[in-house]
Structure formats: C-alpha cells, structure tokens
C-alpha cells in the first residue's frame, strides 16, 4: 500500500567546489589505504566461473556482474571506507535509536558494513547475507554471513527485523518492487529500511555527447535492461519504497567527485579514494557484462577501458557521479 503521509521535498544535490590549486600529480597521493583480502565462509560453495582470469560468482539463481576476487573485493571495502567518510562517519542514517536488536545486511558483498554495525551496537544481532561467500571468518560475536539469494521468497519471520540496509544492488535484482514488498513484509513495525545506490553514469560539464563518459554510462545501461535487471535504480527507489507502505520517506542526495579536485577537505579525500576504487575495478565492471552480454572481444573491452581510466584522471574534466541515499519506516500497527 502506498503512504498517505507528506513525504519530505528532494533537494537537488549540492555543486562541489573546486579547488584552484589542484595540479596534475594531485592524485598520487589517493592513498595505500586497502583493506586486507577477505577468506571465504566455506570451501564447498566455492563454484566460479572464471572471464579472462576474474572469478564471477556462479549462483543456481542469480548472475551477478561484477567479480568477487580479490581485486574486487579490496575495491569494495574502499567503497565502504569512502561512504562513510561522506556520511560523516556514519554507517546509516536512519533515526534507529541506541539500541536496534535484529539487523540483516542484504547483499553484504565482504561483510565490512554489517562488521562494523556489529561493534557499534553490541545489543545488535547482524545477519548479512550474499550470494558469494566472500566473507572473513573472524567476526565480531553478534554479526553472522549467511549464503542466501534475496530474490528468492525470504525465509525469516515477519515483523524480524528493526533495521534492513541494503547498499549497491544496481544491476543485481530484476523485480524490485518485490525486494521492497519482503522488506516490508519482515521489517518491524516501527523499523526501518534504507538503501544506498550510485547512479553509474560518470557526469562532466566539460564534455559532450560523443564521450567516452557517456559511451561507457550508455553501455551498462543497455547491459542493465538486456540482462532485465537495471542500473537505474537510483531513479526509482524512493517511490518504490513508498508504494512498498513504508511512511516517513526520506531521500538525500550528493555529488561525488573522481579525484581530488575538489576544495572542500572532506570531498577532496572521497574523490581520491572513489579514483583509487574506480581504477582497479574499471576492467572487472567491464568484463562480464560487454564480453558475456554484448558479445565484445577482450582486446575491445581492454581499449575501452583504458579510454575509461585515462579519462577519469582527467582532473581538468572535473569528472563526478551522484548517489541516492533512502529510508523509510514501517508504519505502527501493520
């Protein structure tokens, strides 16, 4: 059902500042800082299909894009580091209270999120599930991975959870509204969900149609509704969300810079890592889904994403993307 109650007004994400001092080696110093290599949860999932040397996870139900080695994964956990940097050192930002007790982590990836929501509220039981088992073996007492698809009917009790957090599924989940509907189904009255989703296309206001930037931003697109799972859901997660009966919907949105031209300190550094991200995990986005799903030759992929690279430590270009931030409470009552 969807809500009767005023929902908040979007805000158009701020501009970020530039900074006139930034020079061409600004990015040298992006950083080491790298998470250590995630251990699997149990060798006997352990069933890749390999694309030129990158494992893909190979799941009975669900094909996902991107690689879960290594590689991938440390890109992840900079991911994480970087989030949390543009939310103030936070890990949510829904208003949960000092004490949520059932928390699930949907699509974990390597754990790190649910980890650290797991020291930080002690009370907490964390689940987090994923269909790769890429997750560390030593974990705090209150956090636990569990290989699960969440496409498939959930198996939880209704009314579980205080607290459902799902973070960058684009391209991973064909019937969203559905997604939202278990949600909904298995939250709390009371509790909340909340989703965090990149818009994948590259912005510049220095460049123009026939750009790689929009070459490679129409590409994933068209991957996206060729495979019937779509990375546009940045767009839509907000009303979907509503019509799923959460109330009291907020979304809140933010520009991203790719390196570190930015003035403004705290942006400077989320720029510098999302570069250091992007650059090692350009040729594992671009794999699988230009060799499997457009039928591209590796030599073509290579081309283009070193086009891709190149470009986005162009610091002249100002590149940047935006990311959708929303929550929702489930109503009392239901």
């Known amino acids: 059902m969807a809500s009767t109650e005023p929902q ?167 019937d969203w509204p559905a997604l939202y509907a278990q949600c909904f189904r298995h939250t709390k009255p009371g509790g909340f969900v909340e989703e965090l989703e990149f818009d994948i296309a590259t912005k510049s206001d220095k460049v123009g149609p026939d750009h790689i930037f929009v070459q490679w931003n129409n590409l994933f697109a068209e991957c996206g509704e060729k495979m019937g799972r779509t990375f546009k859901v940045a767009a839509q997660m907000k009303q979907q969300i509503i019509d799923a009966g959460f109330v009291d919907v907020v979304q809140k949105k933010w520009k991203v810079p790719i390196g570190g031209w930015a003035s403004d300190p705290k942006l400077k550094l989320v720029g510098q890592y999302t570069l250091l991200f992007l650059d090692q995990s350009l040729e594992g986005f671009a794999l699988y889904m230009l060799k499997e799903i457009m039928g591209w030759e590796y030599d073509e992929i290579q081309v283009l994403v070193a086009k891709m690279r190149q470009a986005l430590k162009d610091w002249r270009l100002y590149p940047y993307y935006e990311i959708t931030l929303v929550y929702g409470r489930k109503p009392a009552g239901n």
């Open 8 to 174: 908040q007004h979007d805000a158009e994400p701020a501009p970020i500042p530039i900074d006139p001092d930034f020079g061409d080696d600004a990015d040298s110093s992006a950083g080491d800082e790298i998470a250590e290599s995630t251990v699997s949860l149990t060798d006997s999932i352990l069933h890749y299909r390999q694309i030129h040397g990158r494992t893909f996870q190979n799941s009975k139900t669900t094909e996902y894009w991107a690689p879960n080695d290594d590689q991938q994964n440390d890109g992840l956990d900079i991911t994480h580091h970087y989030l949390t940097l543009l939310l103030d050192d936070q890990l949510f930002l829904a208003p949960l209270g000092d004490h949520p007790q059932n928390v699930l982590d949907v699509g974990t990836g390597t754990g790190i999120w649910a980890m650290d929501f797991a020291d930080q509220f002690p009370s907490a039981e964390v689940v987090g599930t994923d269909i790769s088992p890429i997750q560390p073996s030593w974990v705090p007492p209150n956090c636990k991975f569990e290989i699960d698809d969440a496409q498939m009917p959930w198996t939880w009790p209704v009314n579980r959870f205080d607290f459902v957090h799902i973070r960058n599924l684009h391209g991973s989940i064909r």
